[in-house]
């Protein structure tokens, strides 16, 4: 049998231990999946090397998708609701049979459906599960809210007969059955996964008078998708809330909640649910955390190597506030995270104080933050300073009370980081006094700001060589001789990044180490200006030249860099 030459396989060619066999096949036997799918959920093996042994296993053709160009025409022949609902794609046409990936293929219903709807042979071939979805995005792309075949009109097309006073009552019983194939539980997976499948940071389901808008944020940019019937946002919404633990009668509240998933390649993502009512009913936003963004170390942030080696030594002090700036969903968590990273040995104990948990850290003490029972920031930090830490971090800033228990705490001995809301690294110096923390307190204990936005990254399939308007370089401040070792770079749109030109996304940062200049003014209570002025005069490479200087690099383009940060003069 063709599970038994699998199993054969995978010991045979030393993919796993007969132990490891036998666990896989009793999680197998106990969940009903595939003996493969339960490997690749344990973690034993690779996905490419697990497809290779099941390819070999059924004798089928094993297909390594990685870049591969279809043409639109056989693209074409696979709707795309029918791709992404069973994770298959078209790679070829050969006569009168179209050859189809998939990462299952011992589901033979799936291949009866095929040559069903297609009315044409159809040959399979195996893959990566990753790889296919990957194919799916870079050639059915974002539809950008046109009409089309998709899959969510697949599902909300369908008739349902949810009324007003009984649609919520229907959308808890097949929460509480946990119904799959109810559409409406059907609708609100497919939401999510996709905007996994499609690197989203987070979704957006927002009601109006006549429709709901559902939309993803992909590097930074907001994109629309299809909209489901308004007849749906009841269940919709009685859907995502059960999922999040929260109450469903309750529509005049905000409400926050999470919600744990496991994609499909195995990874999994927690979603931070938030609830507000508005005029047409109430609307969510459901934050994608992908646990992969907080592994990155100091030195993937994209710092430049003056930055990067400053930076380095300034988190190894013992004591002292580093500050990390910008406004919301500019990766100061990333950043503050990777510096944690770096610091989590065990020889030193870090507490943080977050409002709310976003990531669960290995190693890492963390409190949530809760202000319903009065166990706020402040009252926190005085309790972990009993916990004797070595390093502390308060996840921001927000009034004068928590800003100086955190400077009590550098001062007696602990390194402590957090984050504040000011569009430059200087600006942070003048917020805290005005938040009413003595100027002395402020020049005594802050060592170092660090200010940061996002910039888009060029894509790596599509980008070519260009040379921007000379009203660009003028503007830019670029001058001869940097034009002389240039590399401009722009993405002319492909497949691979929903012909945006961009994939991707990288840090523009500018780090104020204080001196004895910046002390003096800052205990003067200086305006941000002269601060500015001192910083640049002790080295620091403001925002704005940092980002040119990765456009002349060609990591990402000159129009990239003026949307996220504006020119300062030195």
């Known amino acids: 049998m063709a599970l038994d030459t699998f199993s054969t396989i995978l010991v045979k060619d030393g993919i796993l231990s007969d132990e490891q066999l036998a666990d896989a096949v009793k999680a197998a036997t106990a969940s009903g999946k595939r003996l493969h799918e339960e490997v690749l959920r344990l973690g034993y093996a690779k996905g490419d090397v697990v497809m290779r042994a099941l390819a070999r296993a059924n004798r089928l ?23 992404r609902e069973n994770t298959i794609f078209p790679i070829e046409k050969e006569g009168d049979a179209l050859r189809i990936v998939t990462s299952d293929p011992t589901d033979l219903d799936i291949q009866e459906k095929l040559r069903f709807i297609l009315n044409s042979n ?29 899959m969510l009109q697949e599902f909300t ?37 996709e905007a996994v499948e499609l690197r989203a940071s987070d979704i957006h389901i927002e009601p109006f008078e006549d429709r709901v808008r559902v939309r993803y944020r992909i590097d930074g940019r907001l994109v629309e998708r299809d909209s489901p ?28 909640g999470r919600i744990q998933i496991t994609s499909g390649d195995g990874k999994s993502y927690d979603l931070r649910v938030s609830v507000l009512p508005t005029n047409h009913g109430q609307s969510v936003v459901m934050r994608i955390l992908n646990k992969d963004n907080i592994k990155v170390g100091v030195r993937q942030l994209g710092l430049s190597e003056h930055d990067f080696r400053q930076f380095k030594n300034l988190i190894k002090r013992p004591n002292g506030i580093i500050l990390v700036t910008g406004p919301t969903g500019s990766g100061k968590t990333t950043t503050l995270y990777a510096s ?82 000011t569009n430059d690294a200087p600006s942070a110096v003048t917020r805290m006094i005005d938040m009413g923390v003595p100027a002395y307190l402020v020049a005594s204990s802050v060592i170092a700001v660090l200010a940061q936005r996002l910039v888009r990254l060029n894509c790596p399939k599509c980008k070519q060589p260009y040379r921007p308007s000379d009203v660009q370089l003028e503007a830019a401040g670029i001058t001869e001789e940097q034009l002389k070792t240039a590399t401009f770079m722009k993405g002319r749109g492909c497949n691979l990044c929903q012909r945006k030109g961009y994939k991707g996304r990288q840090g523009i940062f500018e780090l104020m180490v204080m001196n004895g200049r910046i002390r003096e003014l800052a205990f003067q209570g200086a305006p941000t200006q002269d601060i500015r002025r001192a910083a640049v005069a002790g080295g620091m ?23 996220v940060a504006k020119k300062v003069e030195d």
């Open 122 to 150: 159809v040959e399979i071939a195996v893959a990566p599960r990753d790889q296919i979805v990957e194919a799916i995005n870079r050639h059915y792309g974002i539809m950008d809210g046109e009409s089309g075949d998709s």
């Open 340 to 421: 944690l990273n770096e610091l989590n040995k065990p020889d030193t104990k870090i507490i943080t104080a977050e409002d709310p948990v976003e990531y669960y850290l290995t190693g890492i003490n963390q409190v949530e933050i809760k202000h319903q029972i009065g166990l706020d920031f402040a009252r926190v930090i005085k309790a972990m300073l009993r916990q004797a830490p070595n390093v502390i971090l308060v996840g921001e800033m927000r009034d004068t009370e928590t800003a100086q228990m955190g400077i009590q705490a550098s001062l007696t001995g602990h390194l402590v980081f957090s984050t504040l809301h």
């Open 61 to 83: 053709p094993y297909i390594d998708m990685a870049g591969i160009d279809v043409p639109q025409s056989v693209v074409d022949r696979l709707p795309e609701s029918v791709a």
């Open 541 to 563: 490479s403001v925002m704005f030249k940092d980002g040119i200087r990765k456009a002349l690099e060609g990591v990402t383009t000159i129009d990239e860099v003026f949307r």
């Open 157 to 193: 097309n369908t008739a349902i007969d949810f009324t007003e006073t009984t649609v919520e009552e229907q959308a808890r019983q097949t929460a509480v059955e946990d119904t799959s194939d109810a559409p409406v539980v059907k609708l609100v997976n497919l939401i999510i996964s």
């Open 229 to 256: 019937p308004r007849r749906l946002l009841g269940a919709m919404l009685s859907r995502i809330k059960i999922l999040s633990k929260l109450d469903i009668a309750e529509r005049r509240r905000p409400q926050d």
